[in-house]
């Protein structure tokens, strides 16, 4: 199809790989992915992990995450008594 015109390559759930190629591989049938929560090919976490060096100088530059309000995060009363 378009895809292999371009020269993108399929991509593959983990949970068809071998346990040697992805943390969710190996098991017998349709299992599930074998470990709690959702990994990465190299072993980390895919969902919310911080990636972000605490130690870093520009740290304390950053006074909010950027969707806050999104994730219920603000502090600011909106004029809801």
Same mark, same amino acid.
Do not use: C
């Given at each position: 199809?378009? $895809?292999?015109?371009?020269?993108?390559?399929? &991509?593959?759930?983990?949970?068809?790989? /071998?346990?040697?190629? %992805?943390?969710?591989?190996?098991?017998?049938g349709?299992?599930?992915?074998?470990?709690?929560? $959702?990994?990465?090919?190299?072993?980390?976490? &895919?969902?919310?992990l911080?990636?972000? /060096?605490?130690?870093? %100088?520009?740290?304390?530059?950053?006074?909010?995450?950027?969707?806050?309000?999104?994730?219920?995060?603000?502090?600011?009363?909106?004029?809801?008594?």
């Amino acid at each position: 199809g378009a $895809s292999a015109w371009i020269g993108r390559r399929p &991509t593959v759930r983990g949970v068809a790989m /071998n346990p040697v190629d %992805h943390p969710h591989g190996g098991g017998e049938g349709k299992s599930s992915g074998g470990r709690k929560g $959702s990994f990465s090919p190299w072993g980390w976490y &895919t969902k919310g992990l911080r990636t972000r /060096n605490k130690k870093q %100088h520009s740290s304390k530059l950053i006074v909010r995450r950027r969707n806050h309000e999104k994730l219920g995060l603000s502090n600011v009363n909106k004029g809801s008594w």
